[in-house]
């Protein structure tokens, strides 16, 4: 089974949060993320760890927004 990734974007758009603060918390270590081609990729259970921590309500992840498949 692939893992499931969400873009840096969608995260910020998902907390509500600028996507520089994304980029800094990836480069500080306190976000896992892989960088596929050009791009940063977040797996959806970082994602969900950091729904926990900012306290949104389960049901919203995963199918929230569009998921991308690593290929």
Known sequence: MSELFYS???VADLFGIN????????KEGKVKAYKIGKHIKIPV???E????EFGLPEMIFPGSLELK???
């Open 49 to 52: 760890r950091l729904g926990r």
């Open 69 to 71: 498949q690593k290929e």
């Open 45 to 47: 259970s970082e994602v």
């Open 8 to 10: 840096t974007s969608e």
């Open 19 to 26: 996507r520089v603060t994304i980029y800094r918390w990836v």
